[in-house]
C-alpha cells in the first residue's frame, strides 16, 4: 500500500470552509458601506475589487485611465516583478531611469521603469523610484538586454568596436572558430575586448591539418583523430562544433555523423552552413540542404542550427524552407535558425559557392556583384582578377520577401554572419546588423514588433547555446540576478548606417551601451577604455560519487549533487504508486498515479557510474499544476529531491539521508 502524505485536518473541510464564507461576506457588506459612502464610483482604482483580485506583487498597478474592469486587470501580468524594502532602499552604482524597460524572458515591456546595477550585476528592475550613485535618465529610451551575436567570428581589435556600436555585448564565433581552445581563449584573454567573446569547434580548420582539398573526403582515421581534438575542445570550453558545407563540398555524412553523436553526448548544437543555397542547382536544391541538416538532428538527438537562412537553405524557397523546420519541431527536433537583415549577401569570389554555374544557381550575373568598401560592380574581366585575389563581393541576390518571411518565424534569430576586418573589404552586416533589425524591420517596416526582435536579437542566442553555458543563463534578460549587459537606444532614431561602399560606418541611435556594469558606449560615443568581455565557455560536471540516499518505504535510492541541488532518478515514482509519460516534443515526463512499475531507463536504486555528464537537456517533470527541472545522467532522468514535497511529501534531512513519509 503507498503512504501518501496528505494534508492534515482534513476531517474538518466542511466546517472550515462554511467559516471562512461568512468571513468573506462579512468582509465584503463592511466593504460595500464605505464605499457606497465615500467611495469614488468613476475610478477603478478605489474599487476594492481592483486590489483584492489584483497580480501578487502589483496591486493596484492597472491602468485606472482606461476604465479597465477589475477582473480583466486582474487577469493580466504586466512582467513587473515586485520589488523587497532592501532593494528599493539600496543605494545602487548606477540607476537608469524612467526607460521603457523589455525583458522578453518574461515578456515585460513598460515604461517609467528604473534598474539598479550593483558592479557588474542588476540589483532590481522596477517601476519604484531608486537611489544610485550616478542615474542616467533614459526618458524616451528603450532599455534591452544587450545584443548577443552567435553568427560572427574572432573578435579582432577593429571589429570588436563596432559591434559594440551597434549594441552587441557577447560576439561569439559560431559561423567559424577554432580547434585549439585553450589558446584561442588564452589569446583573446590577454586582448582584451570590450564584447564577451566564445567559439566553436571549426570542422573546416580541422580538416586543414590534413590538407585536404574541398572536394576531398577525409579518410576515417582522420576522422578519428579529429573526433578526439573536438571533444578535447568542448571540454576546453568549445560552446559547440560548426560546419560549413558549401564551402568544403567534400564533406560527406560518414564524417558528419560521429561529430553529431558527440554534439549529442555532450549537450552542445552544431550549427551548419548548407550545402546548397538555391532552387537551380544540379546537385541539390534548398530542400537537400534542409533535409541534411534536419536529418542529422534526427539521428542524432543533437540540436541543430542553420546558419542565415535568407542566403543558405531557404533563398527562393523561403514558405517552403521555413514549413520543413515547423514539420522537424513537430517532431521533436531542436532546430533554430537564423539571418542577417539584408537582401544581399557576400562571400568570398574564390569560395566554391562561385562553382561554375553560380550565375543559374543565384539567378544574377557579373553586374551584380559589387566589391565590398567599394563602389565598383564587377565585369567578368574584373571577375576573374578579384576571383584570383580571393576579394570578397556582395551579391543582390536575395528577395526582400524571404528576408521578411524569415523575420516572422518563432524559431529564427538574428547573426550577422561578419566582424569588421583591416581594409574593410567587409559586408555591411560587420557593423549594422542590430540596429537594422530594428529600425528597418521593426520601425520602418513593422515586419514584427520591437519587443519580439529584442527576443531574437538577445534571449534567442542566449537560449541556442545556454543549456551547457552557465555565463549566457545570465545574459540576454534584464532582471534581479542578470548580468549588467545592457543597450539603450532611442527607437524613433536608431538604424543603421554602414554601406556596401562604406561597411565601416557605426550605427545611429544607440545611446548607451554597459558591458558587465560598465559604460562600453556613452551618449552614442564608444568608450575605448573599457575592455571587460570575458570569455563564455560551456561548461561539464560529471558525476563524482553519491550525496547520501533518499529511503522510501522499503526501497534506497542514490542523491547526486548538481550545482545547488540534490536530485535522485525519476524513475523511483515508479515503483511508489506513480506512471510516467514521456513527450518527445515538449520534453515533458507527465506523472500520473497509477499502477506501480518497474524503471525503463535503469534501476533507480543503482547509483550512476563516476565520470558521467550530468547535463541540462531542458527536460521537465509535470505533476498537475507543479513541474521540476530535470537533469539527464547518460539515458537517466533526475529531478530535484525536494520535488518530493510538491508531490505531497515530507522529507526528513538527517545530512546525507533523506527520508520520505
Known amino acids: 500500500m503507498v503512504n501518501r502524505r496528505r494534508p492534515t485536518g482534513a476531517g474538518n473541510r466542511p466546517m472550515r470552509v462554511f467559516l471562512a464564507f461568512a468571513v468573506v461576506l462579512v468582509v465584503a457588506a463592511g466593504i460595500y458601506m464605505t464605499t457606497s459612502l465615500f467611495g469614488d464610483s468613476d475610478n477603478p482604482g478605489t474599487d476594492p475589487n481592483t486590489i483584492a483580485e489584483g497580480n501578487e506583487g502589483n496591486e493596484g498597478k492597472g491602468n485606472k485611465d482606461e476604465g479597465v474592469e477589475p477582473e480583466e486587470t486582474a487577469a493580466e501580468w504586466d512582467g513587473e516583478e515586485e520589488a523587497t524594502a532592501a532593494q528599493l532602499s539600496q543605494v545602487y552604482d548606477i540607476v537608469i531611469s524612467n526607460g521603457r524597460v523589455i525583458n522578453p524572458e518574461n515578456n515585460l515591456d513598460k515604461e517609467g521603469m528604473n534598474i539598479g546595477i550593483l558592479g557588474d550585476t542588476i540589483g532590481v528592475v522596477t517601476s519604484e523610484p531608486l537611489q544610485g550613485e550616478r542615474v542616467i535618465d533614459a526618458s524616451g529610451l528603450v532599455v534591452a538586454p544587450g545584443f548577443i551575436d552567435n553568427l560572427s567570428y574572432d573578435p579582432n581589435p577593429l571589429g570588436v568596436w563596432n559591434k559594440i556600436a551597434d549594441g552587441v555585448t557577447t560576439n561569439n564565433a559560431m559561423h567559424g572558430g577554432t580547434t585549439t581552445h585553450n589558446s584561442w581563449y588564452a589569446h583573446y584573454e590577454r586582448d582584451r575586448p570590450p564584447v564577451h567573446f566564445g567559439a566553436s569547434y571549426f570542422y573546416t580548420q580541422a580538416r586543414n591539418q590534413f590538407k585536404l582539398g574541398r572536394y576531398e573526403e577525409a579518410k576515417p582515421e582522420h576522422t578519428a583523430e579529429m573526433l578526439k581534438q573536438a571533444e578535447e575542445a568542448l571540454n576546453n570550453g568549445s560552446l559547440g562544433l560548426s560546419f560549413s558545407f558549401e564551402y568544403v563540398p567534400g564533406i560527406t555524412v560518414e564524417e558528419v555523423m560521429p561529430f553529431m553523436h558527440l554534439a549529442h553526448e555532450y549537450n552542445v548544437p552544431v550549427f551548419f552552413h548548407g550545402r546548397y543555397s538555391s532552387m537551380e542547382g544540379s546537385d541539390g536544391d534548398n530542400f537537400d540542404t534542409m533535409r541534411e541538416i534536419i536529418d542529422y538532428g534526427r539521428e542524432s538527438g543533437a540540436a541543430v542550427h542553420i546558419d542565415h537562412i535568407n542566403s543558405t537553405g531557404g533563398t527562393f524557397s523561403m514558405p517552403e524552407s521555413l514549413a520543413m523546420i515547423d514539420e522537424a519541431l513537430a517532431e521533436g527536433i531542436d532546430v533554430t535558425a537564423c539571418i542577417y537583415p539584408y537582401n544581399f549577401w557576400g562571400t568570398y569570389l574564390n569560395s566554391a559557392r562561385f562553382d561554375e554555374g553560380w550565375q543559374e544557381r543565384f539567378r544574377i550575373s557579373y553586374e551584380d556583384l559589387q566589391i565590398a568598401g567599394t563602389s565598383e560592380r564587377l565585369t567578368e574581366e574584373s571577375f576573374r582578377q578579384y576571383q584570383r585575389e580571393g576579394k570578397l563581393a556582395v551579391a543582390y541576390a536575395i528577395p526582400e520577401e524571404d528576408v521578411v518571411l524569415s523575420f516572422q518565424h518563432p524559431s529564427v534569430m538574428i547573426g550577422s554572419d561578419a566582424i569588421l576586418e583591416p581594409g574593410h573589404n567587409n559586408h555591411p552586416r560587420a557593423s549594422g546588423t542590430f540596429a537594422r533589425s530594428i529600425g528597418k524591420y521593426v520601425r520602418e517596416d513593422q515586419v514584427v514588433d520591437l519587443p519580439d526582435m529584442i527576443a531574437k536579437l538577445s534571449l534567442m542566442p542566449a537560449q541556442r547555446l545556454e543549456k551547457q ?169 533526475y529531478m530535484p529531491i525536494q520535488y518530493l514535497q510538491e508531490l505531497g511529501y515530507t522529507l526528513s534531512d538527517e545530512g546525507d539521508a533523506w527520508t520520505v513519509e
Open 469 to 637: 553555458v552557465p555565463a549566457l543563463q545570465k545574459k540576454g534578460r534584464l532582471a534581479a540576478g542578470m548580468d549588467a549587459d545592457i543597450v539603450i537606444f532611442d527607437f524613433d532614431t536608431i538604424i543603421d548606417r554602414s554601406t556596401v561602399e562604406q561597411p565601416e560606418l557605426e550605427s545611429a541611435g544607440i545611446e548607451y551601451v554597459f558591458v558587465e556594469g560598465e559604460l562600453a558606449l556613452e551618449n552614442g560615443e564608444v568608450n575605448r577604455s573599457t575592455r571587460l568581455g570575458k570569455p563564455i565557455r560551456s561548461e561539464f560536471v560529471r558525476v563524482e560519487g553519491t550525496a547520501g540516499s533518499v529511503v522510501w518505504e522499503d526501497a534506497s535510492y542514490p542523491v547526486v549533487h548538481y550545482r545547488d541541488l540534490n536530485y535522485v532518478d525519476l524513475d523511483a515514482l515508479k515503483g511508489h504508486g506513480y506512471d510516467l509519460a514521456w513527450d518527445k516534443v515538449a520534453r515533458t515526463f507527465t506523472i500520473t498515479e497509477g499502477e506501480t512499475a518497474a524503471g525503463s531507463a535503469g534501476d533507480p536504486g543503482a547509483a550512476p557510474e563516476n565520470g558521467q555528464l550530468m547535463l541540462e537537456r531542458g527536460y521537465k517533470a509535470v505533476f498537475g499544476d507543479t513541474e521540476a527541472e530535470l537533469i539527464s545522467i547518460g539515458d537517466r532522468a
